[in-house]
């Protein structure tokens, strides 16, 4: 059993019995707890994450998969509630093991293990594979940011300091029964979510930082981009 450190939001390895804390977070911030199923056979994974002092813990399950290829589970909350949070794996869970990091236009401080990119308003398309994190502060005017796919369900969030938008394309169910909110944060989640392969959308910049993040596959993301675009021109 093993008790981590985990004030950087740094990419970790959970097994039964093991415990993170962060008790870094930023009042009125929210934060995404990403957690992906890392066993290599198919154990499930229950993951236990206190938020706050008067209200229980909140149960988060990582579906079982083989070979480090499923979707994430997330839980988004908020520095508001708390400025400490923690996540368990609960023991007699034989063979289970997940990796996790904490998202958000501060974390991961430590990047170690994480594609960390600057998202260029060059309208171009740039590749968005597992454990990518693009980082992009734009000007005050209007930009066009896209995401593509040609896989079922693939899932991305975008963070500004005080909400998330999940976005996803080629939508089968809703993703809900993964992405989850506690406290001050469920009012702060909205989701886009589409049947076709590309999700476009108008994006005002503010000169704060944007954040977006994969909460997808290995396979899910094999075919999958992100562009940002400056429309600055056609307003001048």
């Not at 290829?69 to 093991?97: K, Y």
Request: with cysteine.
């Amino acid at each position: 059993m093993a008790s981590t450190n985990w004030n950087n939001g740094q990419l970790i390895t959970l097994n039964p019995g093991d415990t993170a804390t962060c008790q870094k977070l930023n009042a009125n911030q929210i934060y995404g707890l990403i957690f992906y199923n890392s066993a290599g056979n198919d154990a499930g994974a229950n993951i236990s994450v206190v938020w706050s002092q008067s209200q229980p813990p909140a149960p988060v399950y990582v579906p079982g998969t083989t070979g480090n290829q499923g979707l994430a589970s997330v839980l988004f909350v908020n520095g508001s509630d708390t400025t400490t949070v923690s996540a368990a794996m609960l023991q007699s869970q034989p063979g289970a093991q997940v990796q996790t990091y904490i998202a958000s236009v501060k974390m991961p401080v430590d990047t170690s293990g994480i594609n960390n990119q600057p998202l260029q308003a060059d309208g171009q398309t740039h590749a968005f594979s597992k454990f990518t994190r693009y980082y992009t502060v734009p000007a005050s005017h209007w930009y066009q940011a896209q995401i593509q796919s040609t896989i079922n369900q693939f899932i991305t969030i975008q963070f500004t300091e005080q909400t998330a938008t999940v976005n996803v394309v080629n939508s089968l169910v809703d993703p809900g029964t993964l992405i989850q909110a506690v406290g001050s944060a469920v009012g702060q989640v909205t989701k886009n979510i589409v049947k076709n392969q590309t999700l476009s959308w108008p994006l005002q910049g503010n000169g704060q930082q944007i954040v977006f993040v994969n909460a997808d596959s290995v396979q899910n993301s094999q075919s999958a981009s992100i562009s940002l675009q400056s429309l600055s021109a056609l307003y001048s």
